[in-house]
């Protein structure tokens, strides 16, 4: 390629580029104006939905007041209640005209599904409003108020759901991903709190009653919300730009909510608590309370007001920024043109000229002299040219003394320790030393005449075979590795250096090769290399060599090809066998399932120990995400094979999760942690395997937040047990009870269900202490009980397979008991199956120290797990309890009827007493009694109540056979 060649592309690329550049920038302009107005649009909805969800909750508070006493509403009050909700009706209509025509811009825009939620709000809202003043006129039932309270809040929350959606940013404009400020959430949220507080104060007032600890509670709830509301607030506005309105503002509010308000609901609140009269009606309060929450709202209008003139401002800079970039153009093609016409003549012409002379050179005329005037780079470098022309002179008399020096070389060379090959320009060997004798075995008169290179084993890639060629024919030297092999076969490696002989034309006569055997030095390498990059025990890539496989399989799938998949797999109870059999036997499991994962995988897989008992497998070559799944769980089937260790035959058993590289994300470190999220998720559930999804980080998400609210629980004894009794069959008395951990959620009152919060607490350690707790409120409120002249029973607790691995169990426990003042034998212990097969051994040992304590031993769930009656036999146990899901269908499948009357017959012939679970119809009943089943546990009877409920229920003596049962139970 030429100069000028070379000159016209690069013009072209630079002005191709500009334009490009150009563009881009015209194109970036366009969209930081969109994203301005974009912005203001959706604050301007934020702040009317703010202003919408205020008067919604004036609304909300003068009803509420109105309908917690109708009686004593004055007129006033309720032409006040007509006309919030005549500004109601006003706003909302004005939010929902706005919102449309946002919606107009951006069809496919999630604050589409907000506004039908809004609408359908709207005309629901006028059915409500019917229906309060149907009751207030006493034509209808009266409205509740707290149900009236929560339609409202929940609409009140639908507008809060419009601002957080209407944030969401334009597709394809990365400015628009810009939120409102963070203290107008604060301010939306402390007037909310702050309308539900008035709300429901203006109730309490309006009945005149004092407070129950639940309003209290409920209060108290509403005040820390805006405590750490205000507290935040505080914290954020010394960070908005100051201004007089601002300032103004901040007075407003400290007035009228930090003095007048706190001032009038303190003492409101202290006159509800000790039942003294109110200071204020609930009109005065209503009225009084509006001022507070309306100084909050006057502070969101005035930072919305400073937003929009930032807004303002960004978009005149866009402006400024367009006008700006067509100068810049303008500019930048008349230096160009200017660039262009200088370069034509200060390096083209000049170069025009030194090509001539070049092959004037070439062509060996040595005659004519270059002659190239200027002080320039260019009249240097014909200067330069005319000293070469020169030399080349001067060169040929020195040619036939170089003649005599070459004789000395050619000893030099036949003599060297390096083996040395002269080959012609084709590959034809000339000449090779003793070396290259020694080091490959072959003659000379093998290797003489023949093509170089017939050593080769092969092994070396044609690639850089390639690479070698097209640096010696441009008349460069190459470097390199290479495996060759000797004549009697062996391989070995050398280290090869190939030099071009050139002639005066500059055509390559003849190449010279230099070379060592190195196999010695690179055997080492080698081996240093795979330890870097393999775990020792396995031989399985690392985590560093999976980094470096990601890579190339990322830059070679592209956004479009085929998917790239991560799977994380995990040996599940390895502690159990790592314990039972001893370290070695771990060490030979997780090396055998690497094997077979290895033997599973395809040609362009990688398999990698990832550390502890934990592979990842970097899937590639899968045509679509459905062979990608089929490839995991041909991985995990052969994983769960059983293997023999150390004499004994194992079920394995692995969980695998996997995500997905560009639909998951691009990087290693993200998309190992999100397949790590769905392999907890398949572990936790007892799936085989399990993709990663955004609901499963909700989910992880979700479980930390569990985690911490349990945590939070257990230190501010917010659980509760409840009691579901055992009772007799053949008397039908109550003769003992189960405890049962209950978690109400102190925010909705909704109980939490175990089958949430108990895994929670097992994978989280906080078990041990869910436990401890658990045996100690059950042992003092049976205690109480007695006390309080109810007839003993035995309370049972259960223990989970953590606690019954906790050290010193036993004395734990014996404490627990002997600080309750509790008899010992009115404590009953419940253990699964499953939890005393995992160590029998152990569990035989502790389940003696527990028996000497003089309490009761009893197996839950029995049938759904993997015992030994050997084991099972030498347990000191009481008591069987047959699983609910044999239970449920005993009366339909023959397989559950038959394993439940084993279970009785084998129990009765231990000498233990057997508990079914989960009895909720007379026929279940009468099959358990008609086999000789001793007691029953389920809804038939009663559910689990909590302890004043079940105290009720022993003081009633209910009995099981008793005909007026079922509509005690239905009632209870």
Request: with cysteine; proline share 4%; charged share 20%.
């Amino acid at each position: 390629m030429t100069i000028r060649t070379l000159y016209g592309i690069l013009i072209g690329m630079f002005a191709l580029l500009s334009a490009i550049a150009g563009l881009w920038q015209l194109d970036d302009s366009g969209d930081k104006r969109q994203a301005a107005e974009w912005i203001r649009k959706t604050n301007l909805i934020a702040s009317m939905a703010q202003g919408a969800s205020a008067t919604l909750a004036m609304e909300r508070g003068i009803t509420a007041a109105i309908l917690a006493n109708p009686g004593a509403a004055p007129a006033p009050m309720r032409g006040e209640m007509a006309r919030i909700r005549s500004r109601v009706d006003n706003m909302q209509h004005q939010v929902l005209e706005h919102v449309r025509q946002f919606v107009q811009t951006a069809p496919q825009h999630p604050i589409t599904r907000a506004l039908a939620r809004i609408d359908a709000d709207r005309r629901s809202l006028g059915e409500l409003r019917a229906a309060v003043d149907a009751g207030l006129e006493g034509r209808a039932p009266a409205v509740p108020v707290r149900r009236w309270i929560d339609l409202m809040s929940v609409r009140i929350e639908a507008l809060q759901l419009l601002t957080s959606v209407g944030v969401e940013p334009l597709p394809e404009n990365i400015y628009t991903y810009a939120s409102l400020p963070v203290i107008k959430d604060i301010l939306f949220t402390l007037s909310e709190t702050l309308g539900k507080e008035r709300a429901t104060l203006g109730v309490l007032i309006a009945r005149g009653q004092p407070f129950t600890a639940a309003d209290m509670r409920q209060l108290d709830d509403f005040r820390a919300v805006i405590v750490q509301s205000t507290a935040r607030l505080e914290s954020n506005l010394p960070f908005q730009p100051g201004s007089p309105a601002l300032d103004a503002a901040r007075a407003q509010l400290s007035a009228a909510l930090y003095e007048r308000y706190e001032t009038l609901r303190n003492a409101v609140v202290e006159s509800g608590r000790l039942n003294r009269p109110y200071p204020v009606s609930a009109s005065e309060w209503f009225h009084e309370a509006s001022q507070g929450i309306d100084a909050v709202l006057e502070l969101s209008q005035t930072i919305n007001a400073q937003f929009e003139r930032g807004i303002d401002a960004v978009q005149t800079h866009a402006n400024e920024s367009l006008l700006l970039l067509g100068l810049i153009l303008v500019a930048a093609v008349a230096l160009f043109f200017t660039t262009l016409l200088a370069i034509q003549r200060r390096v083209l012409r000049p170069l025009l000229a030194l090509e001539q002379a070049a092959l004037t050179v070439a062509r060996g005329d040595l005659t004519q002299a270059v002659r190239l005037a200027g002080e320039d780079e260019f009249g240097r470098l014909g200067s330069t040219f005319e000293h070469m022309r020169q030399a080349l002179l001067a060169d040929i008399e020195r040619r036939e003394a170089d003649a005599v020096a070459l004789r000395k070389y050619k000893a030099l060379i036949e003599n060297s320790a390096s083996w040395i090959v002269i080959a012609t320009a084709d590959g034809i060997i000339e000449y090779v030393n003793v070396q290259f004798c020694a080091v490959t075995g072959y003659t000379r008169d093998e290797a003489i005449g023949s093509k170089a290179g017939f050593w080769r084993s092969g092994l070396t890639t044609r690639e850089e075979y390639t690479e070698m060629w097209r640096l010696l024919r441009g008349g460069q030297v190459w470097e390199g590795e290479l495996i060759n092999r000797r004549k009697n076969g062996d391989l070995f490696w050398a280290s090869v250096i190939i030099s071009p002989v050139l002639d005066s034309q500059g055509d390559i006569t003849h190449l010279i090769c230099t070379a060592h055997d190195i196999s010695e030095h690179r055997q080492i390498e080698e081996q240093l290399t795979f330890l870097s990059t393999h775990d020792e025990l396995t031989g399985l890539p690392n985590r560093s060599l999976l980094a470096q496989r990601f890579e190339r399989a990322a830059a070679a799938s592209g956004g479009d090809a085929a998917p790239v998949g991560l799977v994380m797999i995990g040996i599940n109870g390895f502690k159990r066998i790592n314990h039972s059999l001893g370290r070695d036997a771990g060490d030979q499991l997780i090396k055998e399932i690497g094997r077979r994962l290895s033997q599973c995988a395809g040609e362009h897989d990688t398999v990698c120990r990832h550390g502890g008992t934990e592979f990842s497998v970097l899937l590639a070559g899968r045509v679509d995400r459905d062979a990608m799944a089929a490839a995991v769980t041909r991985l995990v089937e052969t994983a769960n094979l059983p293997i023999t260790v150390r004499g004994r035959r194992l079920q394995p058993t692995v969980s695998a999760g996997f995500s997905v590289l560009h639909q998951d994300g691009v990087e290693l470190d993200l998309l190992l942690r999100k397949a790590m999220v769905a392999l907890h998720h398949a572990e936790r559930h007892g799936q085989s395997w399990r993709a990663y999804t955004e609901a499963l980080d909700v989910d992880a998400q979700e479980w930390l937040a569990l985690e911490s609210a349990l945590r939070r629980a257990l230190e501010q004894g917010m659980l509760e047990l409840h009691y579901q009794p055992k009772v007799e069959i053949a008397s039908g008395r109550i003769v003992g009870a189960e405890a049962l951990a209950r978690w109400r959620d102190p925010f909705t009152g909704d109980y939490i269900s175990p089958a949430r919060f108990i895994p929670v607490a097992e994978e989280s350690g906080l078990i041990q202490h869910l436990g401890a707790w658990a045996l100690r409120a059950a042992c003092e409120q049976n205690r109480a009980w007695q006390q309080a002249g109810l007839p003993p029973l035995v309370v049972a607790v259960n223990i989970s397979p953590q606690q019954l691995r906790q050290p010193r169990l036993a004395e734990s426990i014996a404490e627990i008991i002997r600080d309750s003042q509790l008899d010992a034998r009115w404590v009953e212990l419940e253990l699964t199956e499953s939890a005393l097969m995992e160590r029998p051994d152990e569990a035989n040992r502790i389940l003696g120290e527990l028996k000497g304590l003089g309490i009761s031993l009893s197996v839950d769930d029995f049938g759904t797990g993997y015992s030994s009656l050997a084991y099972l036999n030498v347990f000191p146990l009481d008591q069987l309890k047959i699983d609910r899901s044999f239970v449920k269908a005993i009366t339909t499948d023959p397989k559950s009827a038959a394993i439940s009357t084993s279970v009785i017959a084998l129990a009765h012939r231990m000498g233990l007493t057997v508990v079914a679970e989960g009895v909720e119809h007379k026929e279940q009943l009468a099959f358990l009694g008609e086999h000789g089943c001793d007691c029953m546990q389920g809804y038939l009877f009663s559910r689990p109540l909590p302890a004043e409920q079940f105290a009720e229920l022993l003081r009633s003596e209910k009995n099981l056979h008793a005909p007026q049962l079922p509509l005690q139970l239905e009632s209870s």
